[in-house]
Each structure stands twice: as C-alpha cells, then as structure tokens.
Nanobody, 115 residues
Framework: QVHLVESGGGLVQPGGSLRLSCAASGVISSIYRMGWYRQAPGKERELVAHIISYATTTYADSVKGRFTISRDNAKNTLYLQMNSLKPEDTAVYYC?????????WGQGTQVTVSS
C-alpha cells in the first residue's frame, strides 16, 4: 500500500509561483510512475505532468515552459514547481502514483490564482 499527502497549495496572484509537494510512504518501490493531475470546478480531472523512472517527464501543453515536475528519492517526495501562474490554473491538484497493479491518489490541495 502507498500513502500520498500533498501540500503547498494556496492563493496566488496571476504571474506568481507556488511549489506543491507530495510526500509518499509505504511500498514506494512498487511505484514506477508519479504525477500531478488537476480538477477545476465542472471539469474532468486532467494530467498536468508525470515522471517515469526518475527522469522521463511529460507535460500537458497548457503548462509546458511554466511548470516543472521533479522528485527527491531520498525524501520520497514529488514536487511541482509552478511559475507564471494563470487564473485558468485554478484547480484542486492531486498527486498520483502508479504501480503495475494499483493507482494511488492523494487527498488534493487547492490552488487558486486570482487578483
């Protein structure tokens, strides 16, 4: 079993930055892919970015060049650095971890971009 806990969300003005963290515990060795998803009110959950095998990264077109996903293996923590934030980035952000048999989710952290 894997437990994921997000932190770092909040209210930020357009153009500002935030860094989200996701602390993982449990059978971490089973996880081959970790990522961030987000869900805005009235919309489906969508992929923001994911990282595979510690190095290969993928980003949604809407965040390319502004967001950076990374992981600290020593701390079992996943990060999402978000720069040049826009109002349309407002959503609940979820951490995700995948093994060959399970799909794990954190509880989510709210990010609001507003002046």
């Amino acid at each position: 079993q894997v437990h994921l806990v997000e932190s770092g969300g909040g209210l930020v003005q357009p153009g500002g930055s935030l860094r989200l963290s996701c602390a993982a515990s449990g059978v971490i060795s089973s996880i081959y892919r970790m990522g961030w998803y987000r869900q805005a009110p009235g919309k489906e959950r969508e992929l923001v970015a994911h990282i595979i095998s510690y190095a290969t990264t993928t980003y949604a077109d809407s965040v390319k060049g502004r967001f950076t996903i990374s992981r600290d293996n020593a701390k079992n923590t996943l990060y999402l650095q978000m720069n040049s934030l826009k109002p349309e980035d407002t959503a609940v952000y979820y951490c995700n971890g995948r093994s060959t048999t399970n799909n794990y989710w954190g509880q989510g952290t709210q990010v609001t971009v507003s002046s």
